[in-house]
């Protein structure tokens, strides 16, 4: 039986999809965080690299991917493999079919390089000297370190001061690329410098070291920023993945059934899902698309859909996205990606018109689903992956209460590697469910600002 | 221009090469540690699969790779890629080309699944129930426990006391696949109990690990050891790399002139190595094989070509190879897999008949090659094979001296993510060379056993 497809190099994909091009409406605009009045994507250029920012409003189906960021996917993993699972398959006893897309097999151990490296490389061509960024538990810091080794760029990394303590490996691994890193909230920024008043030992939060990343970015010259999620040109990038794997269910000679993956801002499972949902939208399949996310961040199943900040500072544009709240306080859990209190202005979208569903799981659960796949498959995978195990395993287990043999597929979007602590905490029986009560999810839903 | 090559899962070898069959003489036998007479396979087969035991002593050229083994094979990574280091090559300034073969994308990290799967196959085949080892870094206790979950086995790990405190994360990987791990010495064996007596926070080392595993296999029914290294059925199953080398080197189309890998046992350089070895003692080539040592266990560039036992405990047979001597203290270095006295007959052998030359260095000069590969091709390499690419670095750089575009090859065989400490004390200044002293290599040397 089948269980690898490999592609050759000359198979890795020459474009990125472009969803835009296909969602059922135009996304709506980004608001201006003063006047809460939409913005033009000028003032992003300070930001962002020129071409991501061409890149975050184009409607164009296709782009191009440069050649010199063809070759660093090469040398970095891509084309990467596609597995079926059958020993996990006869675990469970189901008539399904699992496969799943392998993200974890390059250096930085997750799907984050596929849009680091092009950031790095537009802003290398553009002449960028130094890039700032966040990071919560390390894959987007190493993979961003990474590329900016590969392509000549400074790199300095706001981690959140809860993971810079507890995952000294992460931050070595940046620091063995090249890039400075700072416990997040720092006394380097201003906003840092107002939590760090407030508490000397403030844990920090994803949302805080995205507003220390920017503000270094534009109180320094020659220095712009980059972020790992969440936005069009992220998701762009991701697609990558999607568009091998559409080969390689064809050469499997299978078509999904029903696409899984996990979400924290959303980018991984959408550079997955994207190219599959092409032919969706396109009235060509009726695959079904189940995102997954934490019960401890419920963004998408207990949120609201509705403009917010991409921060806790205030700092950046609105969107309009399900949302937790910009205040709402993300609970330690180890899978640190998913940790972000939105989601995806296009996958909320492609969630709210119907196309894609969501469900969510308790840590315990994702992480048993995890050893199950390490036991069978021998893949360790990271806490945010366990999630989408979780995911895939039961709707082969309901598959097999109905007796259908369906096609699963899902993207297995990083390593636990570097992440073994949840795998202990798990085994000695300490690893903690948390899922908000109403009274404080009311309270940070409250704190969403109101837009006309 | 090409800077990787894969293979496809239908071209993954179908057989081991057998080096014995191309040996310029037959191997010493080992000999009896009571008698120090030569000993006969038979007792062998109280530790060992039958199918191991008969691999130790054939000279058939080829043996057939079980399909169930190339199944797991496939399923855990191989065939893995062959890259070009052109981004190192132009870092270096050299025209020398330089090939890597990664041996690191498979989930436990290194080579060492290659043996470890093909072992508990045969043992789930002969119908061992529980399978026990030793481990020093912890890859081979981690590739073990992967295996023996994929064939359903237990598997009991001894694993250094020093290790086993430094790296809790080595230890949890081993649990994620049901192993049960121990600290060693241990209290469980007699052996143990000796050396806790003696010092109850005994640091351990490999060569003790050995012995208890030892004893625990032979004093439980049902129970099997399995080793990671040294011998001959170890190291014939490390050459699926060196075939599937040999084919991608032809895509290329290139031959190697230099062929270089770290040594602690000699698996993985055998590995690679003995396929284009075989080409070179049937005077198909001309090709140079360079084997790097630790300064700080210099078996081969300081040791003696003598019998000497395979462990500290004086419990197995004793066999003829580069040592020096089995009361060697290992310093503590952070490359544990090459922490061991001895080296593998047969490539002991062929270095000392001049087939094969050896170098050594310090860690320190091989951690610095280490994080320029890590800057340059982006993988971030096990401090073990650190001297690997310290080896390639500085054949290039001769090339470049002279002018030379000669094609070096040399293997990646792990991965560094769970030996970041390595790293970090590299980063800040912390890493310590060791080199023996005279007296101390007298003193050990003087006690290897004399035979006849």
Known sequence: MRIKVTLQPEDLPKN????????????????????????????????????????????DEYIPIPEEVREAYLRLGRPSPLYRATRLEAYLKTPAKIFYKREDLNPAGSHKPNTAIAQAYYHMKEGTKRLTTETGAGQWGSALAMSCALFGIDCTVYMTRSA???????????????????????????????FLAQDPNHPGSLG???SEAIEDCVTHDGTKYSLGSVLNHVLLHQTVIGQEALEQMKMFEEQPDYIVGCIGGGSNYAGLAYPFMREKLKKKSDTEFVAVEPKAVPSTTRGQYRYDFADTGEMTPLMKMYTVGHTYQCPPIHGGGLRYHGKAPSMCMLIDKGYMSSVAYNQNEAMD????????????????????????????????????????????????????????????????????????????????????
Chains 1, 2 share one sequence.
Not at 167 to 193: C, F, I, N, W
Not at 391 to 418: P, Q, W
């Open 164 to 194: 810079y303590l507890q995952k000294p490996y992460r931050r070595t691994l940046m620091e063995v690329y090249g890039a400075d890193v700072h416990a997040s909230p720092s006394g380097l920024t201003k906003v840092g410098q107002k």
């Open 369 to 452: 689903a995890a050893i199950t796949f390490a036991r069978t498959e021998g893949v360790v995978v990271a806490p945010e992956t366990s999630h989408a195990v979780k995911g895939a395993i039961d709707i082969a287990l309901k598959c097999k209460e109905k007796n259908e043999a369906k096609v699963i597929l899902f993207n297995l979007s990083g390593h636990g590697l570097l992440d073994l602590k949840a795998y202990e905490d798990k085994i000695n029986g300490k690893l903690i469910d948390y899922s908000p009560d109403e009274a404080m999810l009311k309270e940070s839903l409250a704190k969403i600002p109101m837009v006309a």
């Open 208 to 210: 805080l070291a995205i």
């Open 16 to 59: 990125w999809y472009n969803i835009q091009h296909d969602l059922p409406e135009p996304l709506p605009p980004p608001l201006d965080p003063g006047t809460l009045k939409p913005m033009s994507p000028e003032p992003l250029l300070r930001l962002f690299a020129k071409e991501c920012v061409m890149q975050e409003v184009s409607t």
